[in-house]
């Protein structure tokens, strides 16, 4: 199935099509989901949020297979992104 923006064909959007663009963005870490401690950037104030290697990615992102070698203990942010959602669609798009 297509479906169109604007006049422009787009792919589907499923996990299997993912190319992980939420994955760059920044995630605090606001409640404890049992993120393993080193997968968390603490900065000067102590705010916490998910490390991000030289590629710009979050560090839980297995770059292999474009999945999150952490799922289950995710942060509360990243289940709250969902699949094909205005967010997700905006950060595929580049806006």
């Known amino acids: 199935m297509t479906i169109k923006v604007k006049n422009i064909p787009v792919p ?3 996990c299997s099509t ?5 994955c760059s963005l920044e995630v605090r870490i606001i409640s404890d989901t049992g993120v393993p401690n080193h997968h968390i950037d603490i900065d000067f104030y102590g705010n916490e949020t998910m490390l991000r290697l030289d590629d710009g990615r979050c560090s839980a ?4 297979t ?3 070698s952490i799922y289950e ?3 509360w942010v990243c289940r709250e992104f969902e699949v094909g959602s205005y967010e ?3 950060e595929r798009m580049g806006n």
């Open 12 to 14: 589907e959007v499923t």
């Open 18 to 22: 993912c190319q992980a663009c939420c």
């Open 61 to 64: 992102l297995n770059r292999d």
């Open 66 to 68: 474009l999945m999150c």
């Open 73 to 75: 203990h995710r942060p």
């Open 88 to 90: 997700c669609m905006n």
